[in-house]
């Protein structure tokens, strides 16, 4: 069966400093990625997707990247975080059909 | 761009008792995908119940039903013989049928009362 992790599961930073949070995906294969974060009170808001190893999509300009160096990682960092950054990130996966499957998320704390 | 409104931040219902969540949403588009997750305290999302916009049947999960009226644009989440582990923070999501992008509302939080 397919699992999804993520980690750290919770993070604190200082402003300005780097960050990186990862994703894998097991009992799959070439499966379609997402971040998502969601911030205090609101809903998930897709941050990137990719396809396939190397290809990623943003959707919302920011100071974050996210990078795919495997078929099943998927990572997101930030070279300087913002207070802005702070929220509970989701790292998603899907194959073929419509259905997403999500990890059990990251509570980043930028102070 | 597709939008998904969920106007009531917060809800209560007697446990065994029948709730219901609204939600609508907004697209040009003909061919997509309706979803209700659920979001308990563990923050793990939980896929509830998915429609798809070609259906005109309601898609219905044991206690979990939606009322999808594509006219309206409306997607409602009906909850069945409430049980307290039904409390959660629920989300409403938009998928376009020519990608696989989820929209979600901002949420609505559901306790259950014993």
Redesign the interface.
Known sequence: SQTIHQWPATLVQPVGSPLSLECTVEGTSNP?L?W?RQAA??????LF?SVGIGQISS?VPQNLSASRPQDRQFILSSKKLLLSDSG?Y?C?W?DSG???F?G??T?LTVL | AQT?T?SQPEMSVQEAETVTLSCTYDTSESDY?LFWYKQPP??????VI?QEAYKQQNATENRFSVNFQKAAKSFSLKISDSQLGDAAMY?C?Y?DGAN????????ITLSVRP
């Not at chain 1, 009170?41 to 897709?46: A, E, F, H, S, Y």
């Not at chain 2, 563990?42 to 896929?47: F, K, T, Y």
């Not at chain 2, 696989?100 to 949420?107: A, D, E, I, N, V």
């Open positions: 379609n997402y998502y009170g609101r809903g998930l808001q897709l997707y959707e509970f989701l998603a899907g419509i259905e997403q999500f059990p998320g509570r | 998904v969920q995908y563990s923050r793990q999302m939980i896929l998915r989300f999501a998928m696989s992008k989820l929209t979600f509302g901002k949420g």
